[in-house]
Antibody, heavy 120, light 110 residues
Framework: QLQLQESGPGLVKPSETLSLICTVS??????????WGWIRQPPGKGLEWIGT???????YYNPSLKSRLTMSVDTSKNQFSLRLSSVTAADTAVYYC????????????WGQGTLVTVSS | QSALTQPPSASGSPGQSVTISCTGT?????????VSWYQQHPGKAPKLMIY???KRPSGVPDRFSGSKSGNTASLTVSGLQAEDEADYYC??????????FGGGTKLTVL
């Protein structure tokens, strides 16, 4: 059974960079048919797609976040990561990593989510 | 990019049916068969309930069904049960390599 687990600091200061890692277990991050995504949810609000990365390193970003966003894959560790720069309070959210096994169709498996608060 | 439009709330009594709508545009739902629905209980991660408009993942009860007409997708929950009370989110591809979510609908079982 494939599992995903987010990790990273729970508190980030304004203007700094938010960095999260998603560790995949029970499956290979290198499988060509898999697309690895990040989704966030501000407290009490809806879901927002952040971006998707493939094992090859190809990335696809939400246009509204693109200028601040970097995603990458580390196949040796079976992990993928998210870096969001110049954060503000508006970036406070629960961040989820997820697997899309069908090429932009849907997210089958989700991590439990991690709350990141932006505050000084 | 704008989120897909969902009603903020919906409700029904046990055993009844309820339908939740998700309205987009010709650039997303209207031009995409990759519409999915997620169920989210408080404090939990979203769970996939419907994908590719009407398909159900293994383990999802057949009380959940999906459809699409034009720029609007719908999720119907038949035979409502107490455990169906949750937030529901729609999602759609939007152009090339882009994903939109709806604002979410809180389903209350009366």
């Amino acid at each position: 059974q494939l599992q995903l687990q987010e990790s990273g600091p729970g508190l980030v200061k304004p203007s700094e960079t938010l960095s999260l890692i998603c560790t995949v277990s029970g499956g290979s991050i290198s499988y060509s048919g898999y697309y690895w995504g990040w989704i966030r949810q501000p407290p009490g609000k809806g879901l927002e797609w952040i971006g998707t990365v493939r094992y090859s390193g190809s990335t696809y970003y939400n246009p509204s976040l693109k200028s601040r966003l970097t995603m990458s894959v580390d196949t040796s560790k079976n992990q993928f990561s998210l870096r969001l720069s110049s954060v503000t309070a508006a970036d406070t959210a629960v961040y989820y990593c997820a697997l899309d096994s069908s090429s932009w169709s849907h997210f089958d498996y989700w991590g439990q989510g991690t709350l990141v608060t932006v505050s000084s | 990019q704008s989120a897909l439009t969902q009603p903020p709330s919906a409700s029904g009594s046990p055993g009844q049916s309820v339908t939740i709508s998700c309205t987009g545009t010709s650039s997303d739902i209207g031009n995409c068969n990759y519409v999915s629905w997620y169920q989210q209980h408080p404090g939990k991660a979203p769970k996939l309930m419907i994908y590719e408009v009407f398909k159900r993942p293994s383990g999802v009860p057949d009380r959940f069904s999906g459809s699409k007409s034009g720029n609007t997708a719908s999720l119907t929950v038949s035979g409502l049960q107490a455990e169906d009370e949750a937030d529901y989110y729609c999602s759609s591809c939007a152009g090339t390599n882009n994903v939109l979510f709806g604002g979410g609908t809180k389903l209350t079982v009366l």
